[in-house]
């Protein structure tokens, strides 16, 4: 049974709240990429193994806070694309690594100029600085499943 005058409804749900921002987020970097071929989860693959020039597919799963399975999916793509190499890693064959490719590099050079106007459109749209302290209060919530 709810307290009284608790919120009840689907809008007042915080997940919700944020699940609808992250599509709508989701839906302007995509637009901005949509000439690359990109979506931005594959973008921030991409970008982040050019960081870290190879991973395995669990660190890549973890750094991008990802379901494993699920980044094996995208990451079978953008192999299949020809953007990325998967392969036993040298010390450990049960270990998967992901690497970039010189044709997921050259794809990441076409989308960088276009990643960087979705970022700007989204500084117009809401401000800089309220951008800014979104993804600090972001980066700072606690949502760790403590109950399980």
């Known amino acids: 049974m709810p307290?009284?005058?608790?919120?009840t409804g689907v809008e007042d749900c915080s997940c919700f709240a944020i699940m609808r921002a992250a599509r709508q987020a989701a839906r302007l970097y995509d637009a901005h990429l949509k000439p690359t071929g990109?979506?931005?989860?594959?973008?921030?693959?991409?970008?982040?193994l050019e960081e870290v020039k190879s991973a395995p597919m669990n660190t890549?799963?973890?750094?991008l806070d990802t379901e494993r399975t699920a980044m094996g999916k995208m990451a079978s793509v953008l192999e299949r694309?020809?953007?990325?190499?998967?392969?036993p890693a040298p010390t450990d064959g049960r270990m998967r690594l992901v690497e970039l490719t010189q044709a997921g590099e050259r794809r990441l050079r076409q989308a960088f100029p276009l990643w960087?106007?979705?970022?700007?459109r989204m500084d117009a749209l809401n401000g800089t600085q309220r951008v800014i302290a979104l993804?600090?209060?972001?980066?700072?919530?606690?949502?760790?499943?403590?109950?399980a």
């Not at 993804?135 to 109950?147: C, F, K, V």
Request: without cysteine; proline residues 2%.
């Open 116 to 120: 960087l106007q979705a970022q700007s």
């Open 3 to 7: 307290v009284v005058d608790a919120p």
């Open 38 to 48: 990109l979506r931005i989860s594959q973008f921030l693959i991409l970008a982040l």
């Open 60 to 63: 890549l799963a973890e750094r």
């Open 135 to 147: 993804r600090m209060e972001l980066a700072g919530l606690d949502m760790r499943n403590t109950s």
């Open 81 to 87: 694309d020809g953007l990325v190499q998967i392969g």
